[in-house]
């Protein structure tokens, strides 16, 4: 397992097929897993999977985009539309606020994104590419109605999940001495 987290990439390039019922059911045991303050379980992931879902979700960062931003062109409204259709299948991840008096939010924050982590690295450990992206529609807050999400729940990111239609690059694993000190 070291050796998937040292080495893993993200891929930009993906296609069908989508993880298997059974890879996901896997994925998602070992995103459950995360570092959980008062065991609060903020986690929630909405999946989107096959064209009616993917087109759903364009709906939704359209109709989200173009209420922050009514003067959008038509060549931008195509692309935020066609943005679920980068892969077969897109995860929305989600923080949801448990209001605990002594869990700020940020934990629930962070709770999640180690959830995400250990996703894409089970995804990528079983031979799926994945991507994490964000971008401004992740923090756009009337993306979370459609959604079904609360107003303090937090959108952590969109996580884009496939096959490698691409040879995956290695990258240079940076050298722990320029980020790592002794207090």
């Not at 605990?100 to 079983?126: R, T, W």
């Not at 107003?151 to 496939?162: A, H, P």
Request: aromatic letters at 8%.
């Amino acid at each position: 397992m070291i050796e998937s987290i040292i080495n893993r990439a993200s891929c930009g390039r993906l296609e069908a097929p989508a993880p298997s019922k059974e890879h996901m059911e896997l994925m998602f045991q070992a995103a459950l897993r995360a570092p959980d303050h008062r065991g609060l379980k903020p986690w929630e992931y909405i999946v989107f999977e096959g064209e009616e879902a993917l087109n759903r979700l364009g709906d939704y960062l359209l109709q989200a985009s173009l209420k922050e931003q009514p003067d959008l062109g038509e060549e931008a409204q195509l692309k935020i539309k066609g943005k679920p259709h980068r892969a077969p299948m897109v995860i929305v991840a989600v923080a949801k606020a448990q209001n605990h008096p002594k869990v700020p939010h940020i934990e629930e924050v962070l709770s999640v994104g180690a959830g995400v982590q250990n996703l894409i690295l089970g995804a990528y450990d079983l031979g799926y590419g994945v991507y994490w992206r964000t971008g401004g529609v992740a923090y756009n807050d009337y993306l979370k109605e459609p959604l079904g999400l609360g107003y303090e729940d937090t959108i952590v990111g969109f996580i884009y999940l496939g096959t490698p239609s691409i040879e995956l690059k290695s990258k240079p694993v940076p050298k722990v001495e320029e980020f790592v000190r002794k207090g």
